[in-house]
């Protein structure tokens, strides 16, 4: 072999090596998501099998839609859009249709987004007719310089982005007006329930997610609770109460909104965490099974954090969740887990 073919033989190798070594896949962070459904009374007597199996294929759907994302390295933030859409679309959670009608029989839709590194977030509350109110958050986020748009406003902004718009009878079921028609006969206002003594309707649905880049997000969105007055906004779409997401730690909540604002219980987790050291599964508890029944309200979180460590805690009787873990482990529960 002369030299210059060595020579060539030698910068070709070192070409296809330069080459490997920058194909290489990135070191990648583990992936995980895990969605809520809403906690609350939820009853194994009233819920018979056929609507339980119903209730967790949604479940499953929108874990899937939303871990499928992650899987082919998209972001935290579209996952937990997608988890969330598939439970705002689907019949059975008290957001999107399905929702929840308030004291004047009509539904108001609250929704929020938000992205833990920058600390970006969007929210809407009081719609009426966008069919998806994440979508509406997120375009908040995304597309105007505003954190939180209500109302009139919102729903004007939700249709300049071109986001699909339904007349208000759209997102009505049968169960749920049942549900408002006995409420109203017993005059029960949501606003008058008794921890422990009348049973409040579950709601709510949330996502929270961690990439391939470990960047976490939280999604979540709800009708509120049955009876709630006019103008009565909950704490999903209150930044840092019923969502959150800060680098390392996002949290979606479900329970009951007001005491969930009181204590800015999704916030508190993360600086539990960030300020106390606290382990992220701990803080969730203490402030889930702590902080809140001790101010008299009840209700769970779902919370991840980059590792993609997941909590679930609740304190009511029961709340709809799923996960799927870093080793892939998927799990859907309503009660302790098993049963
Ligand atoms: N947190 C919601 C609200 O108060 C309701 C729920 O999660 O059940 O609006």
Request: glycine share 12%; charged share 20%.
């Amino acid at each position: 072999m002369s030299a210059r073919t060595v020579l060539g033989v030698a910068l070709l190798t070192l070409t296809l090596a330069i080459g490997r070594a920058q194909a290489a896949p990135p070191v990648e962070a583990p992936i995980a998501i895990a969605i809520h459904g809403g906690a609350g009374t939820i009853e194994r007597a009233a819920l018979g099998p056929d609507q339980r199996k119903a209730i967790e294929v949604d479940l499953a759907r929108a874990l899937e839609a939303g871990h499928s994302i992650l899987r082919e390295g998209g972001s935290s933030l579209d996952a937990v859009t997608a988890a969330v859409v598939v439970l705002e679309d689907s019949p059975y959670f008290n957001a999107g249709k399905g929702a929840v009608f308030n004291a004047d029989g009509r539904i108001d839709l609250d929704a929020a987004v938000m992205v833990g590194s920058q600390q970006r977030a969007g929210a809407v509350a009081a719609l009426t007719r966008v069919r998806n109110p994440v979508l509406a958050a997120r375009a908040v986020m995304e597309q105007s310089p505003h954190v939180f748009m209500i109302g009139a406003g919102a729903q004007r902004f939700a249709r300049e982005q071109g986001l699909a718009m339904v007349s208000p009878s759209y997102f009505r079921t049968e169960a749920r007006w049942q549900q408002y028609l006995s409420a109203r006969q017993r005059g029960r206002e949501a606003t008058a329930l008794v921890p422990g003594v009348n049973p409040r309707p579950y709601g709510t649905v949330g996502a929270v997610a961690v990439d391939r880049q470990g960047e976490v997000a939280a999604a979540t969105s709800t009708g509120g609770m049955t009876m709630k007055r006019y103008g009565r906004v909950g704490d999903v779409p209150v930044i840092g109460a019923g969502t959150w997401a800060e680098p390392g730690c996002a949290v979606s909540a479900t329970g009951w909104g007001e005491f969930f604002i009181r204590s800015n219980a999704a916030h508190e987790i993360c600086a539990r965490v960030r300020l106390a050291g606290t382990p992220m599964p701990e803080a969730a508890s203490q402030v889930v099974e702590g902080a809140i029944p001790r101010l008299g309200g009840d209700g769970g979180v779902i919370a991840i954090d980059a590792q993609g460590n997941i909590a679930m805690p609740y304190s009511s009787a029961g709340m709809y969740r799923g996960r799927i873990s870093v080793d892939g482990a998927r799990s859907i529960a309503i009660w302790a887990e098993g049963e």
